[in-house]
């Protein structure tokens, strides 16, 4: 059974660096799928914050350019969310997303919280 599993939120400072990871199955875990890191603030929809397309470029959504870095290592079957100079609005629960041939995967979730 395919999952991903987020790690690394936390507490954090305004003006701090945190980062977020996700393990990835194997078996979905390809340079032609989907991989996305998505944000979900209290009461909000879930956005989609940065994301490797199956064309293996990087997107960001304008609120965490110059800020945020996703990256991947494929000898850990690893994607990750590399946050800095965060701030407030950053505060939500991230979801790991993999999309890859014609299926969805989620995972749990990892609190990030952005307070001083």
């Known amino acids: 059974q395919e999952q991903l599993v987020e790690s690394g939120g936390g507490l954090v400072q305004p003006g701090g660096s945190l980062t977020l990871s996700c393990v990835v199955s194997?078996?979905?875990?390809?340079?032609?799928?989907?991989m996305g890191w998505y944000r979900q603030a209290p009461g909000k929809e879930r956005d989609l914050v940065a994301s490797?397309?199956?064309?293996?470029?990087?997107t960001y959504a304008d609120s965490v350019k110059g800020r945020f870095t996703i990256s991947r290592d494929t000898l850990v079957n690893t994607v990750y969310l590399q946050m800095t100079s965060v701030k407030p609005e950053d505060t939500g629960l991230y979801y790991c997303?993999?999309?890859?041939?014609?299926?969805?995967?989620w995972g749990q979730g990892t609190q990030v919280t952005v307070s001083s």
């Open positions: 490797f397309t199956t064309g293996g470029s990087r």
């Open positions: 194997q078996s979905i875990f390809s340079r032609h799928a989907f």
């Open positions: 997303n993999v999309q890859y041939r014609g299926s969805v995967y």
